[in-house]
């Protein structure tokens, strides 16, 4: 068994035209947690693990929480406040069974289309900097709780990953919120890496959050290039568009991270620039610094860090943070 974690405090700040905020705040490069993992070998080629991670909010000592039926607030089974759920292993609470035929693997677990997000971003999925488009697959666009996945094995680089969630409705329950299911195809060879992902799920009775995306990148060794598109697709309501291009360098004893990411639906557009800088102190130690600033147009009123902005209105942000793993 491993036990492992991160934990991640940065000072932030957040400024926009109706009021700004400053916050000691968690994970502004890589997301705190503590985690407990391990594999026993069954011979003939088959292991079975599992994997329990929890997320930390490090900055005042508190969990993070969880979402045990992958419904919105207010559901029959509700999503309780982070803060008063304590531990939970929100972030991964899996077993599997894996051999030459791939993995399977149940639990609570990320969603195919969340990993094309996180994997071609810079920024990854933390901090001041990360896409704004990012996460509009509501509930589950990042995990789902209740799922069964499978994990194929490398085909010539090709790589295929399909998950169904469930939202443990009762039969006579029409809407059958929280049900769903997704898919990822990936392919890697050398430098190249680009990936499809989709997914689907109910939110209400006759409603579904459909999310797809494209990403890729490209290592020239002197930078690493990323792109990548989504669609989110909501019964009822306009399409939101999302995009990214952006980069990272090495620089010195760290890299450089750029990014241009936005987002759109309907009138409402926001464009972000974000600009960082990460310093190795060692493998397991990184200072970090991260600059953005986002403009607004057609009703959109994007605020960052906290921060709040008129419509049409721009606001920046910053984060100066230490990252520590083991």
Not at 23 to 44: A, H, T
Not at 63 to 68: E, L, P, Q, R, S
Not at 85 to 97: C, H, W
Request: no cysteine; net charge positive.
């Amino acid at each position: 068994m491993t036990l492992f974690g991160v934990v991640d405090a940065a000072y932030a700040k957040g400024t926009g035209t109706v009021s700004s905020k400053t916050q000691l705040k968690n994970s502004g490069y890589n997301s705190s947690r503590i985690g407990f993992r391990g594999v026993e070998d069954l011979g003939g080629g088959l292991k079975a693990s599992f994997w329990l991670e929890a997320g930390v909010n490090n900055d005042d000592g508190s969990g993070a929480g969880t979402n045990n039926n992958n419904q919105a607030a207010g559901a029959t089974d509700p999503v309780l406040n982070a803060r008063n759920q304590g531990l939970t292993f929100n972030r991964r609470s899996t077993v599997s069974v894996e051999g030459n035929f791939g993995e399977v693997r149940l639990g609570r677990d990320y969603t195919p289309q969340f990993w094309t997000e996180t994997a071609y971003d810079p920024f990854g999925t933390n901090g001041v900097g990360t896409n704004i488009a990012f996460n509009k697959g509501g509930v589950t666009g990042v995990r789902a709780s209740n799922s069964i996945g499978y994990l194929s094995p490398s085909f010539s680089g090709v790589k295929v990953w399909a998950q169904a969630y469930m939202g443990e409705n009762a039969s006579t329950d029409a809407a059958k919120a929280g049900d769903g299911n997704a898919f990822r195809v990936s392919y890697d060879n050398g430098p190249l890496s680009v990936a499809l992902a989709s997914s689907s799920t109910k939110t209400g009775l006759n409603v579904k959050n459909k999310t797809s995306n494209i990403g890729g990148s490209y290592d020239l060794g002197v930078a690493k290039l990323f792109a990548q598109t989504n669609k989110t697709k909501i019964d009822g309501a306009k399409d939101i568009k999302g995009g990214l291009f952006g980069a990272t360098a090495p620089v010195g004893a760290g890299t450089v991270r750029v990014a241009m990411s936005s987002t759109a639906q309907g009138d409402a557009k926001s464009n972000q620039f974000a600009l960082g800088y990460v310093y190795s102190l060692s493998k397991r130690t990184d200072l970090y610094a991260t600059y953005a600033s986002v403009k607004n147009k057609g009703g959109a009123a994007v605020a960052l860090n906290g921060s709040v902005t008129a419509a049409n209105a721009k606001s920046t942000g910053y984060d100066f943070g230490v990252k520590h793993s083991f």
